[in-house]
């Protein structure tokens, strides 16, 4: 497969992938295509390169910014906002985990404060009191999990990573 087929098709996966951390198809097409690029690419190289609208290049490559996953570069000489991805994996990984930890983890643990005082007078609140307790839990050791994940050393992650897969 030639190196375009092979960018192009990686390109297209990497959106149907993107989908699974919370990011949209497009979104996770033009990280694709500005993590794989060697250059900055402006607004309108982007939407030529896949071939989609200005509106949608624009609000996509804002969520990704926000992200933290894609940064405004200046180009000398030139006007226009040119856009380059975060290569390091690393920190690609600890900024969905930011924000899929404050778009799903968060919500869950401030929604099951609201049930601490459920009285337990029968069977059922009793079954229902316990099942919200070990949801609470978990939802606060997996916060508690990620915590020490995002405030590890990265050099220790990865390489403890790479032991543990091997």
Partial sequence: MSFTDTKSTFIQRWGDVATKWGINKTMGQIHALLLTSAKPYCSDEIMESLQISRGNTCMNLKALVEWGLVYKRCVDGCRKEYYVAEKDMYKIFRQIVIHRRKEELEPLLAMMEHYNDVEEKCTESTEFCKVLKEIKFFSRKA??????????????????FLRMIK
Avoid: G
């Fill in 143 to 160: 916060d508690a999990t990620l915590d020490s994940l995002l405030n590890t050393n990265p050099d220790w992650f990865v390489s403890s």
